[in-house]
Structure formats: structure tokens, C-alpha cells
Nanobody, 123 residues
Framework: QVQLVESGGGLVQAGGSLRLSCADS????????MAWFRQAPGKEREFVGA????????NYADSVKGRFTISRDNDKNTVYLQMNSLKPEDTAVYYC????????????????WGQGTQVTVSS
């Protein structure tokens, strides 16, 4: 099974940058599409971005397009979320998720999840 662990969260000022990492302890990482979701207090968990198993295709939510970049290193079993020009509204717990091959935006289509990492953006 895919086992995901997020890291890299923390406190950053508005306009700053942060890079999140998601490490997989499993042996089939390269065959999985990976995604990032986030959940702010009082809000439902929402899609942030996804990347195909090969890394050739990416998809982003409109709210982060142009600011966030998702990438992966299959040799290291790790997916990254580079977050630039951070805004206070980006404050949330960020979750890494995985599903076989094809990317998706719906939470229910991902069968593996990390525990989440807190990102706080101050004004």
C-alpha cells in the first residue's frame, strides 16, 4: 500500500514561499497520480493540484494557478508542492493523496492520504 507522510509546513508571511514534501514509503509510487488538497477551518477539503504518474501532466485549482507548482521525483518516492506568493487565504492543513495512474479532482477518488501538514500565512 501507499503510505504518505507530508512535511514542510509552517508559518510564513504573505508574499513568501514554502515548499511541501510528501514521501511515500511504498514500492509503487511511480504508478500513482499524486495530488494535494487543503482544508481550512470551517471549510470543506478542497483540491489544490495534481500530477500524473509520469509527471508530464499537471492540474491546478484556479485559486492557486500561477502561484503553486507540483512536481515529483519518482526515484525518491516524493512529490512536492512549491507555493509562491502566499496569501492569508492559503492558510490550511495540506494533505497529500494518491490514486492509481489517472489524476482526479474529487476527494473520493483518492484512496491513500497523508496525515496533513499545517501551513499558516500571516498578513
Amino acid at each position: 500500500q501507499v503510505q504518505l507522510v507530508e512535511s514542510g509546513g509552517g508559518l510564513v508571511q504573505a508574499g513568501g514561499s514554502l515548499r511541501l514534501s510528501c514521501a511515500d514509503s511504498g514500492r509503487t509510487f511511480s504508478n500513482y497520480a499524486m495530488a494535494w488538497f487543503r482544508q481550512a477551518p470551517g471549510k470543506e477539503r478542497e483540491f489544490v493540484g495534481a500530477i500524473s504518474w509520469s509527471g508530464a501532466s499537471t492540474n491546478y485549482a484556479d485559486s492557486v494557478k500561477g502561484r503553486f507548482t507540483i512536481s515529483r521525483d519518482n526515484d525518491k518516492n516524493t512529490v512536492y508542492l512549491q507555493m509562491n506568493s502566499l496569501k492569508p487565504e492559503d492558510t490550511a492543513v495540506y494533505y497529500c493523496a494518491a490514486r492509481p495512474f489517472a489524476i482526479a479532482q474529487q476527494r473520493e477518488r483518492y484512496n491513500s492520504w497523508g496525515q496533513g501538514t499545517q501551513v499558516t500565512v500571516s498578513s
